[in-house]
């Protein structure tokens, strides 16, 4: 095997958008055209039922909603793409920033009817931040929407990235004709059939159909033409290097429903898309995907996704050298070394042992507690610790104990492998040790409860405390008297000190009668 060459194929990103944007739908289509699946409706249970393989899609079932995130690699016109997808509930947008830091690109899908969404936006921000290129597909033009110009300029307003329409949609719902193509100087047709059978029919050097078809009769036609003519003229110019660092988005109108738009959307995002970047070390030195070296970083850990086997699979993207099934790593934060065997590949619909991997590629690893999130792997005696991954500041806050006091193990197991996993995050109050869970939204406490009765078999009490203010403050700094009712005192999983303030109010009092303490927030 030529590394180089194999690296160079990867095109491993994520999809992000908000709930019922059309993730899902266009994820089917993507393996539909890699030919991992043969008919739309097999990617979730949600669909159809096929691939609820394991209990904890359940909840995502019952609730309609996508709760983890899971990893599919398919083969596309020679390349190897690994799709990353992400919840997309706003309330598990913490798995959904670490699955970004696994990424190399984003896709991000947009309901034309709709626009920009609360948490399209949100989750751009993210991709954005990490300076990750950012591709847009308009979705469901089978349908009324909105006008593209409105949406192109709202995306480039709310969202500030520049735009670039790769391509143009000639009319919508009943009467879309199909894309005038900028980029391939083409069109797209819907109705192939009623231009002499052609899907595509390129256009002339000033960017006009010659011959007779009867797309030419459209209105729709003419006005995109126009259209086309003033995006050459006053729109951004089109910018591989800019779509790179992030700064420019090419945008696809489509529809993921029907498929339409889909292809072009996926030659064009191969062909720009990045290959596997070098990665940052804590040392801040750079890890390049072809350094001998196998390095890796776990960005999920996911418990129990088959109930017969109770297993635990940690994800693992790697950053650099080669993986074998059976070779040796260490774990960088606990020097521990491990063999790894039982490792697994993701694909569409089955897990297949994974043999040999590289940069870009995610492999999971069959876990017995050795991991935990944001853990580095690596083969050789150089030591690599990657950068850890973003917490975010929980807001929403509980207090957790069994049911049954009898049955205290299987609740210290649970939650154990629960907050390991990332799921939730747990404290304990100062003196006392009693169990705080902390949650950025209020679903992450449900799928925790769910999950523990469901795979631990252990029922807990939980009692709600409401928003809180979490700020950090280091050991030496810290006197126990500064606790009050207004600010539970409590330690962090790591021992260390953290308040809950009852609110802003409680925060300022305390900052005041403390000027020299310095308060810390997560994310
Ligand atoms: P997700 O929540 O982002 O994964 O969205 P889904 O893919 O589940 O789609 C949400 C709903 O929109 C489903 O009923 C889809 O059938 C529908 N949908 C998705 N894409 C299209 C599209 O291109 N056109 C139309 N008309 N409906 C679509």
Same mark, same amino acid.
């Given at each position: 095997m030529n590394r180089a060459e194999e690296v160079k194929k990867r095109r491993t990103f994520a999809i992000i958008s908000h #709930? &019922? +944007?059309g993730k899902t739908t266009i994820t089917e289509q993507l393996l539909l055209y890699s030919g991992a699946i043969r008919q739309a409706g097999t990617v979730k249970g949600k669909k !159809?039922?096929?691939? +609820? /393989? !394991? &209990?904890?899609?359940k909840i995502e079932q019952q609730r309609g909603i996508s709760v983890t995130s899971s990893v599919m690699q398919v083969d596309y016109d020679g390349y190897q793409i690994n799709i990353v997808d992400t919840p997309g509930h706003e309330d598990f947008s913490e798995d959904t920033y670490r699955t970004l830091m696994a990424v190399d690109a984003a896709v991000m899908v947009v309901d034309s009817g709709k626009g920009i969404e609360a948490q399209t936006k949100r989750l751009f921000e993210v991709a954005s931040h990490r300076g990750i290129p950012i591709f847009t597909f308009m979705n469901k033009l089978d349908r009324d929407g909105r006008e593209p110009m409105e949406l192109i300029s709202e995306l480039e307003e709310v969202l500030g990235i520049d735009a670039y329409a790769m391509n143009w949609p000639m009319g919508m719902g009943k009467t879309y004709q199909g894309n005038y193509d900028l980029f391939n100087n083409r069109l797209e047709l819907t109705h192939p059939e009623a231009n002499g059978g052609n899907d595509f029919l390129p256009l002339n050097e000033a960017g006009e159909l010659e011959g007779?078809?009867?797309? /030419?009769? $459209?209105p729709w036609y003419e006005e995109a033409v126009e259209n086309a003519q003033l995006l050459n003229e006053a729109g951004n110019p089109f910018d591989a290097e800019a779509i790179q660092a992030g700064k420019l988005t090419p945008v696809f109108f489509g529809s993921a429903l029907t498929g339409f738009g889909v292809q072009t959307f996926l030659d064009a995002f191969v062909d720009f898309a990045p290959a596997p970047q070098a990665v940052e070390t804590v040392e801040e030195d750079l890890v390049n995907p072809l350094d001998e070296q196998l390095t890796g970083f776990i960005f999920k850990i996911q418990a129990n996704m088959d109930p017969r086997h109770r297993d635990r699979i940690a994800f693992v993207r790697i950053c650099s050298g080669e993986f074998h099934e059976g070779m040796d790593v260490t774990v960088a934060r606990t020097d521990k070394k491990l063999k790894l065997n039982n490792t697994t590949r993701f694909m569409a619909d089955t897990r297949e042992h994974a043999s040999l991997a590289v940069a870009g590629d995610i492999i999971g690893l069959y876990d017995t507690g050795n991991f935990q999130i944001g853990d580095s792997i690596y083969s050789g005696k150089h030591k690599v610790s990657f950068k850890p991954l973003p917490q975010f500041t929980p807001e929403l806050f509980m207090k957790v104990s069994p049911k049954n006091v009898m049955k205290q193990k299987s609740f210290h197991k649970g939650i154990k492998q629960l907050v390991e996993e990332g799921a939730i995050q747990l404290y304990k109050t100062w003196h006392t040790e009693e169990y705080i869970l902390g949650a950025v939204g209020q679903l992450q406490f449900e799928v925790f409860q769910y999950r523990l009765l469901n795979e631990y078999n252990s029922e807990v009490e939980m009692t709600p405390l409401g928003n809180k203010i979490a700020r950090w403050i280091s050991k030496d700094q810290l &006197? #126990? $008297?500064? !606790?009050s009712s207004r600010n539970l005192l409590c330690k962090d999983r790591f021992d260390q000190p953290v308040f809950l303030f009852e609110n802003q109010f409680a925060e300022n009092w305390f900052q005041q009668k403390y000027p020299d303490v310095q308060l810390e927030s997560l994310l």
């Open positions: #709930p &019922d +944007a !159809s039922g096929h691939f +609820a /393989k !394991s &209990d904890w899609m007779n078809y009867e797309v /030419k009769n $459209s &006197d #126990p $008297s500064m !606790s």
